[in-house]
């Protein structure tokens, strides 16, 4: 049986601003998700006796919990189908590192298993599926470099410069819940309009969490010290990974191969089509 083999992209947030906090607890945000050209990979084969098997098996992570066998048993109950998968993943993607990596696989999930089992469902509803799982699957659902607004999930479709990234992890995971819930945490941005965010571009950009993650985890302040004196830096959703935007892929690389021994890192280039889709449209 022929094997379908889908990437999961990283996200970057280009910009990040808290405007709220809702009575249940969630934050409203206005982003700037942004694709790279790298990512965790997932293959797939069709069984037909319904099973949902994962491999290899991600340490401290129990398949119940892990959002890949979440989002295919959530397609399974939604749609009745009676068929299930083998699913092997190839992780590159740091966990708790604020690149996307487990709703990106999660959404990878939804849209292959769509195609694999020949449901045909619209993006809008496995996009609904997707926000069931996490606020940042349906951004990967939908494909497209994206304004949100809400929790992350109203989504509006842009178009960002393209330019290399360096994206540094500094080797720690970082909580969101203890971001977000972090006393000196800013949630009282004033809201700005997607025309005004696009117009003031990536000079200044800013992320609210920025300075609670630096208070919170020295190795990641100290990670934005080292990749801030190399080019403009900034973390990407609640961290660990931070980034800098450069001009070419040679720069790139001449940052990294500069790298203390005690941070991993990759180049990518940024793109407003994800690398999902594309693959799915070949």
Same mark, same amino acid.
């Given at each position: 049986m ?17 405007? *709220? ?19 965790d ?5 069709r069984?037909?006796? *319904? ?48 690149? *996307? ?11 292959g298993?769509?195609?694999l ?16 799982? *996490? ?12 304004w949100?607004?809400?929790i ?47 117009q003031?571009?990536?000079?200044g ?51 990294v ?6 941070y ?19």
């Amino acid at each position: 049986m022929v094997d379908l083999a889908l990437p999961a992209p990283a996200k970057l947030n280009r910009m990040l601003h808290i405007t *709220g906090r809702r009575t249940d607890g969630y934050h409203e945000l206005q982003t700037l998700f942004q694709f790279l050209d790298h990512g965790d990979e997932l293959r797939l084969r069709r069984r037909d006796d *319904g099973a949902i098997r994962l491999s290899p098996p991600l340490d401290g992570v129990a398949d119940d919990t892990n959002l890949i066998v979440r989002a295919a048993r959530l397609l399974q109950a939604e749609t009745g189908c009676p068929l299930g998968a083998d699913i092997h993943l190839t992780k590159r993607l740091p966990m708790g590192g604020g690149l *996307g990596g487990g709703s990106s696989d999660a959404a990878t999930t939804l849209l292959g298993l769509d195609r694999l089992w020949q449901l045909g469902l619209p993006l809008e509803r496995l996009a609904a599926l997707g926000l069931s799982l *996490g606020a940042d699957v349906p951004v990967f659902v939908h494909g497209r470099a994206a304004w949100a607004e809400g929790i992350g999930e109203r989504l509006t479709a842009v178009e960002l410069d393209t330019p290399w990234f360096v994206v540094v992890h500094p080797g720690v995971s970082v909580a969101t819940a203890a971001v977000f819930g972090a006393a000196q945490l800013t949630r009282d941005t004033p809201p700005i309009t997607m025309a005004r965010a696009l117009q003031g571009g990536a000079p200044g950009w800013r992320n609210d969490c920025e300075p609670t993650v630096r208070s919170l985890y020295p190795r990641v302040a100290a990670a934005l010290d080292w990749l801030g004196a190399r080019a403009p830096a900034m973390l990407t959703g609640t961290g660990a990974c931070v980034f800098a935007r450069v001009d070419t892929q040679d720069e790139a690389r001449r940052i990294v191969a500069d790298l203390p021994g005690d941070y991993t890192a990759f180049t990518a280039r940024g793109l407003n089509l994800s690398p999902l889709h594309a693959a799915l449209n070949r």
